[in-house]
Antibody, heavy 119, light 112 residues
């Protein structure tokens, strides 16, 4: 069973960059139908798809975040990462990393990382 | 890329069958058979219940079933149980050229 774990700073200052890494265990991310995805959930609100990345490095981003977003993948370390620049309080959320089965369905999820944007 | 529309809340009694709706457009729900449903308990990560409109991942109870008609997808829960009380989200593929995904606004299911 694939397991995912988010890691990174839990407090980020406004205008700075939010950085998170997802470490995958129990399987390989170097698969044609594997996409690593990021999804966030502001406190008390619904889910928002941030974007996804294939092990080849090909990315798909939410148009509303594209100008501030960068994702990368390190298959040797079985990790993929998220960077969101120029953050504001509106970016405060629980950030989940997931495995997308290539069919827009997120089969496995990390436990989530609450990241607060505050000075 | 607008959120899919779900009723904010639904309630039902134990043993009852209940259907949750998820309405989109021809650019998402109506355009692809890539609709998924998730169950989320407070403070927990969502869990995939249904993928590709009507398929259940291994281990998901057959009390959960999915369907789609036009731009509206549905999740039916049969034999409602107290443990089904949770938030439910739908999602859909949303762009013909990329792997973009859009989520629904979520439905809070209360078991009376």
């Amino acid at each position: 069973q694939l397991q995912l774990q988010e890691s990174g700073p839990r407090l980020v200052k406004p205008s700075e960059t939010l950085s998170l890494t997802c470490t995958v265990s129990g399987g390989s991310i170097s698969s044609n139908n594997y996409l690593g995805a990021w999804i966030r959930q502001p406190p008390g609100k619904g889910l928002e798809w941030i974007g996804s990345i294939h092990y080849s490095g090909a990315t798909n981003y939410n148009p509303s975040l594209r100008s501030r977003l960068a994702m990368s993948v390190d298959t040797s370390k079985t990790q993929f990462s998220l960077k969101l620049t120029s953050v504001t309080a509106a970016d405060t959320a629980v950030y989940y990393c997931t495995r997308d089965g290539g069919n827009s369905a997120n089969f496995e999820w990390g436990q989530g990382a609450l990241v607060a944007v505050s000075s | 890329q607008s959120a899919l529309t779900q009723p904010a809340s639904v309630s039902g009694s134990p043993g009852q069958s209940i259907t949750l709706s998820c309405t989109g457009t021809s650019s998402d729900v109506g355009g692809y058979n890539y609709v998924s449903w998730y169950q989320q308990y407070p403070g927990k990560a969502p869990k995939l219940l249904i993928y590709e409109v009507s398929n259940r991942p291994s281990g998901v109870s057959n009390r959960f079933s999915g369907s789609k008609s036009g731009n509206t997808a549905s999740l039916t829960i049969s034999g409602l149980q107290a443990e089904d009380e949770a938030d439910y989200y739908c999602s859909s593929h949303a762009n013909i050229n990329t792997a973009q995904v859009v989520f629904g606004s979520g439905t809070k299911l209360t078991v009376l």
